[in-house]
Structure formats: C-alpha cells, structure tokens
C-alpha cells in the first residue's frame, strides 16, 4: 500500500480495502479482482503462506460477484492478465521491472473491472461498438456543420439581394437607363450576382427561399451541433480509452505480436 500510495494511489481502509488510481472516478475494492486480492489473501501472500486458486476455476467467483448471481466457473480476462504478468516478471523479463509498465497493467484491470469486462471477447466487441458510435457521431456532426455553412452562405446572399434589390427595381423606371446604371453601378452588379448564386434555389416561379424558415432551422441546427459537439467528445475520450486498454491487453497477452498490433489500432484510432 505504500508503494501505491507513493505513485498516487488513494487507499480507503473499512471492511475491505479499496484503491483508487490519479484519475479513477470510483474506489476500486482489491477483493473484487478475485480471492487473491482479498486482505487476508495479500498478508498470507507476501507472508508466503497462500496457496493461489488453481487456473482452472479463476475468475467464477469475480465473474457472479460483478453479475449479482451464481456463475460457474469461467475464464477470466482479468486473471489472464495477472498470470501473464506474473509469468514473465519469474522469467525475468524487463519491461515488468519499470513501474510505468506495472501502472498500466493495474490501471487497465481497474477499467476492465469497472466496467465488467471480463472476456476479451467482450472488450474487443464494446471496443468496436465505442469506435462505431464515435464514427457515425463524427459524419452526423459534419453533415450538420455543412448544412450550417451552406445556410450561412445562401442567407448571405437573400440579404444582399433584398438590400439591392430597390436599386435593381429603379433601372426598370429611370427615364436615362445608361445614366442611371453608372450611378447605381456597383449595387446592381452585387444584384445581380445574388440573383445568379440563388437561382439553384429558387422555387417555383423564381420564390426565394423563406428567410424567416432559414432562420428557424439554422436556429435548431445550431443547437443540435452543439449537442453533437458534446457528445462527440465523449465518445472520443471513450474510443481513446478503449482503445488503449485493448492495446494494453493485446501488449500483455501478446507481447510479441503487440508492436504491429499497436500502430494498426493506433492509426485506426
């Protein structure tokens, strides 16, 4: 516990003990990643009394515990990870000598067990499911930030023709056309280059579009953008996230296919 508390780690002693990392919403109870991480079950450990639970039955009981109901006995993914780990730390591999390495593995079981994804096939479908939702978010936002500019552009246009427009209606009057035209020069050559960008939306018998309707709907476009803006960032933080875990546990689980693996999601991502 000192060692976690040195790197930032909250500890919340009561019946159970329960960890939070630097960022964590919620308390993690160390008995929730099984037996093995039950106070009891740390001190015969390290006393080197403890007799871990054959691989065989792991993660049943985490499994009924985050449902709520008696499970049998199931492969657990957060299991996987710590015999991995444990595996190459006695075999004297390197990188789970550096605490930033030994950070991510309990950073990664903390979301994997807040999130009650106990089988990577279940992390590799809510991955999924995250980076699709992020996806059809990002085109719906951008479809409704063109339609936006697009409305900017043509209300632009209905302004400038309706500004101009009594100058244009003057020439159809003026006893000296040529006259009249050098006057009012530049106003009728901005007319008329209204006209020509309305003309694609002009309705039947030449109607403008109804500014006032523009208006309302730009008004609501706006407020949807903004909606989708919001939920636009939330999801990317959630595809971030997703995606580093999944990577984190294809790093562990597979750490000689990882590096591939890792730029291919990374630019996926």
């Known amino acids: 516990m000192k060692r976690l508390q040195e790197q930032g780690y ?6 159970y003990i329960s960890v939070r990392a630097p960022g964590q919403e919620r308390f993690t109870r160390t008995k929730t990643l099984g037996e093995d991480y039950a106070e009891e079950a740390i001190t015969s450990r390290i006393k080197g009394e403890y007799v871990r639970a054959p691989q065989t039955t792991r993660g049943g009981k985490l499994q009924a515990a985050l449902d709520g109901k008696t499970a049998p006995d199931t492969v657990n993914l957060i299991k996987d990870i ?54 059809k978010t990002a085109d719906t936002l951008k479809a409704v930030e063109k339609r936006l500019s697009d409305m900017a552009v043509l209300m632009k246009h209905i302004t400038t023709y309706q500004q101009t427009k009594p100058a244009y209606d003057g020439l159809k009057t003026a006893k000296n056309e040529d006259a009249y035209r050098r006057e009012h020069e530049s106003a009728l050559i901005v007319h ?9 939306f002009a309705g039947e018998g030449g109607k403008l579009p109804n500014p006032a309707a523009l208006q309302a709907e730009h008004e609501q476009l706006t407020k949807r953008k903004t909606a989708l803006t919001a939920e636009y960032k939330k999801l990317e933080q959630s595809a971030r996230e997703y995606g580093i875990v ?5 790093s562990i689980l597979n750490p000689g296919d990882s590096r591939g693996k890792t730029k291919q999601r990374g630019a996926e991502l």
């Open 10 to 15: 909250e500890i919340k002693r009561g019946k």
């Open 82 to 135: 710590e015999s991995t780990v444990q595996a190459q730390q006695a075999a004297g591999v390197p990188r789970w000598a550096k605490m930033q390495n030994l950070r991510e593995v309990v950073n990664t079981i903390n979301f994997l067990t807040e999130n009650k994804l106990l089988r990577y096939a279940d992390l590799e479908a809510k991955t999924g499911d995250v980076a699709a939702a992020f996806d």
């Open 192 to 200: 008329e280059a209204a006209i020509r960008a309305l003309k694609p």
């Open 246 to 250: 999944k990577r984190n546990v294809d």
